[in-house]
Each structure stands twice: as C-alpha cells, then as structure tokens.
C-alpha cells in the first residue's frame, strides 16, 4: 500500500500504481501525455486539445464544470485527476463515489513543481518527472536573466466580456504577470477574478498595458477598441491565454513565449 497527499491535503492510499487515468483539466492532460502516460488516459475533457488527437483516442467525459458522472463511471477509472479552481467541490465529493480523486491546487511555480514532482511519484514516472522539473528549472533561471534589468510596468489582465472580468490576486496568471515584471492593478482586489468598470481603470490603477487574454473569452478588435477608448495611453495587447493561465509543462513553452511578448511591445 503506498500512500500520497494531494494538494489540498487529502491522504490517498494506493494497492498498485493507478492505470487508468481520467483528467478533467486541460493543462494536467497535458503534463500527463509529457510524462509519458497516454496509454493510462481513458477519459479527457472537450477542452483537451494538447495534444490534439486525444480526443480522438479518448473518451470525452464533459467540460471541466460540466462532467457526464455516467460516463467517467463507465470507464471505470483508478484516480481522476482534478483541480481546485477548474472543478467544483461538488463535482470532487460526487466523483468521490467512483474513485480517488487527486485535486492539484497551482497558485505559485512551486506549486506547479510540486505537481509535476506528485504526479512522478503517483503514476512511477519519477525521472520523466524530473526531466521536466529540470527543463522548468533552466527555462526559469534563463527567463529571470533576461527580465532583471526591464523596469515594472503597470498591467491589466482582461479574461471575459459582458461583464468585463480581470485576472486579480492568488491566481497563477498574477504570478506570471509578476514575473514578467508586470504590476497587477487589480491584484489587491478581494475576488481572484473581479468584475470591473471599464470607465474607472485609470483611477484604479492607469495601466501601462492592456493583457486580452484568447481564453477563456474570445477578445476581438472592438473589445480592444471599447477599451482603449478609455485607458488612453496603454497598449493594448492580444496574449495567449495558455502561456499565461495553463501550469504544468506548458511553463517551459510559456518562458519562450514571454521573451517574444517582450520584443514585440517594448518601448
């Protein structure tokens, strides 16, 4: 018996290594087919696109807020895979009834190497684990060389429209902008993703740079228009919401594409 906690604090305990794999976040799927577990998955979600063909050899079992119980249920799976800002409470308790459910919780790049670090551990991919924690590790060292010597610049990042919504505090995207030597205006903000009034961003914090994220809302030209209308001197700029939001191996690919965000809005 073999027994691990999850980052939320709840103890699993294991007879054998789980085989059959469910993950229910795209960013996890992804880290489990780079650590070499695509024959374990059996169950993805719609929005698991990386890689693409997985959801054509898999199940597609829901989305990540909406999941078909019946489904997961069917395919009879050992763990499924979760996160606890994607899926709600509700949904892990009622997933519990089928097996264990292991919960990541990815606010900080410590957290996302300890998630690559447990999921090494749980599923016995240990040196596959740390192949990317070291190529994590490196891209990092690189990026914070290449960023110390940019000023801090004041930002803005908007993920929905209808109402206007911006990435606040204790989320991964502020960590990230953070990193990039970015200042979140709305990081001191009680809710992690606020509602905010476009007409009062200069008075709360004047951004030097507009973020529009590509997810999970769709920003087209006239949002950056509506936008710019009122922020004036920032520059508004279409991001990839997945380098800045999807935590797993995808950090490696997200530190590239930092460097060429910076080149391209420089001053």
Same mark, same amino acid.
């Given at each position: ?7 939320? /604090? ?6 054998? @290594?789980?085989?059959?794999? $469910? ?19 059996? *169950?993805?979600?719609? !929005? ?13 079992? /829901? /989305?990540?807020?909406?999941? =078909? !119980? ?33 919960? @990541? ?14 999921? *090494? ?53 502020? #960590? ?10 709305? #990081? ?8 905010? #009034? ?6 709360? *914090?004047?951004?030097? +740079?507009? !973020?529009?994220?590509?997810?999970? !809302? ?11 209308? $009122?922020?004036?001197?920032? =520059?508004? $700029?279409?991001?990839?919401? #997945?380098?800045?939001?999807? +935590?797993?191996?995808?950090?490696? =690919? ?14």
């Amino acid at each position: 018996m073999r027994q691990f906690i999850d980052q939320i /604090g709840t103890s699993h305990t294991f007879e054998n @290594t789980p085989k059959r794999i $469910v993950s229910l976040v795209p960013s996890q799927t992804e880290l489990l087919y780079d650590l070499g577990l695509e024959d374990d998955i059996v *169950g993805v979600t719609k !929005f698991c696109i990386h890689p693409y063909h997985l959801k054509a050899t898999k199940t597609v079992v /829901g /989305g990540t807020k909406k999941i =078909k !119980f019946d489904k997961i249920k069917a395919l009879q799976p050992d763990i499924i895979i979760c996160n606890k800002e994607e899926n709600t409470k509700e949904i892990v308790e009622e997933l519990s009834q089928i097996c264990p459910v292991w919960v @990541t919780d990815i606010l900080t790049i410590e957290d996302n190497s300890k998630m690559i670090q447990d999921f *090494g551990l749980l599923f016995n991919k240990r040196t596959d684990a740390q192949k990317w924690i070291d190529k994590t590790n490196f891209a990092l060292q690189d990026f914070k060389q290449f960023i110390k010597d940019r000023p801090i610049k004041k930002a803005a990042y908007f993920i929905w429209a209808n109402p206007y919504m911006v990435a606040g505090n204790s989320t991964f995207i502020n #960590e990230l902008l953070q990193l990039n030597h970015f200042s979140n205006i709305y #990081e001191n903000k009680e809710s992690r993703y606020p509602e905010v #009034e476009l007409r009062k961003i200069r008075l709360e *914090g004047d951004p030097d +740079y507009v !973020f529009l994220s590509s997810e999970p !809302f769709p920003f087209k030209d006239e949002h950056a228009f509506e936008i710019g209308r $009122v922020t004036h001197h920032a =520059k508004t $700029v279409f991001v990839d919401g #997945e380098m800045f939001s999807w +935590y797993g191996s995808r950090l490696v =690919k997200a530190l590239a594409y930092f460097k060429k965000l910076h080149e391209k809005i420089q001053d």
